[in-house]
């Protein structure tokens, strides 16, 4: 749960303690407290991402309620205003780089894997013309540790103030940097509604198997091919062409494939469904998928995880955290 209140624990014990929400915005709060004269000052920070909009309509991370749940409890509850810059528009490097040069952000802080766009920006052109008191940080939002810079042959992510990162199979990639903090969560009450009137034991089921994800090669949604029963694919675009080729392999297969599902309606998905299947590989993502159809009341043994995917099997019994 989202809290205003620091309680009395060492920043070490918090981050262990707290929240997607809560770890975040503590470290913020601490990153910041030079920066900050008044407790009532609202804290100015600058989002960088990359993002290109899709059948869904415009609205960035439309996918993720757990993150935007995160970012607007950052705003209401914490006293953050935050500034999306979304370097897929023209003009908008220059006018984040304006922005700092001149002091107004506080903490800057991007989403996005290494040597991906948001990436690129914030080691190439951000972080070298930060102000002195402001802070850079990044969620590398992939399973693959950080590559060495090519000159120097430090690993990248030293290159910010610090990193969140969304499992702790990653936990050794960075036990070099002086603070990288664990955060990641899910949106179950606003976004899922959890405690919904049909449990999942109880819900008339549609479907045999469903699998969730970006009609992309890495999510192996194919998998479902081999599984019998009424079989679901819900998912998104990727790149054209591979997503074509992933949806024309399924319907051929006799699987029904839903597109642009809204995550409000995605409980009901997972409640009609016995198994949920997620045969990503180890870099094909897959966690925020179990964390919700847990959230959604699906037991874990209904979860169906690939073999060769180690990393993903911590949220089938770890905490599950709450944005």
């Not at 407790?39 to 993002?51: D, Q, T």
């Not at 607007?72 to 220059?94: P, R, Y």
Request: negative net charge; contains cysteine.
């Amino acid at each position: 749960e989202l809290s205003p209140r620091l309680p009395p624990l060492s920043s070490d014990e918090l981050f262990g303690r707290l929240s997607l929400g809560m770890r975040i915005t503590t470290f913020f709060l601490w990153l910041l407290a030079l920066s900050c004269s008044t407790a009532n000052e609202r804290i100015p920070v600058a989002f960088v991402f990359w993002y290109t909009p899709d059948h869904a309509g415009a609205q960035p991370y439309w996918h993720d309620p757990g993150f935007r749940g995160a970012m607007d409890g950052l705003v209401s509850m914490h006293q953050m205003d935050i500034v999306w810059f979304n370097v897929a528009e023209e003009g908008v490097e220059g006018r984040l780089k304006a922005g700092v040069l001149e002091g107004r952000f506080a903490f800057v802080f991007g989403k996005g894997c290494w040597h991906t766009p948001a990436d690129k920006t914030m080691r190439g052109v951000i972080i070298p013309a930060l102000p002195s008191g402001v802070r850079a940080g990044l969620f590398p939002a992939c399973s693959s540790p950080p590559p060495p810079d090519v000159v120097t042959g430090v690993p990248i992510d030293r290159a910010y103030h610090v990193i969140f990162y969304d499992k702790k199979w990653l936990k050794p990639q960075f036990d070099g940097h002086p603070r990288a903090v664990h955060a990641f969560g899910v949106d179950s009450p606003a976004t899922f509604n959890s405690s919904g009137s049909v449990a999942w034991a109880d819900h008339p089921k549609l479907f045999d198997y469903v699998s969730v994800g970006m009609f992309a090669p890495w999510k192996r949604h194919e998998t479902i091919l081999d599984k019998e029963g009424d079989r679901l694919v819900v998912g998104y675009g990727w790149r054209s062409d591979e997503s074509s080729a992933v949806v024309s392999a399924l319907f051929t297969g006799g699987v029904a494939v839903w597109q642009q599902v809204q995550p409000q309606s995605m409980c009901k998905v997972y409640r009609a469904s016995r198994r949920v299947l997620m045969a990503a590989t180890e870099v094909g993502g897959g966690e925020r998928v179990i964390l919700e159809a847990r959230a959604c009341g699906v037991p874990v043994e209904a979860i169906e995880v690939a073999a060769d995917n180690v990393k993903i099997r911590e949220f089938l019994l770890g905490e599950l955290l709450d944005t």
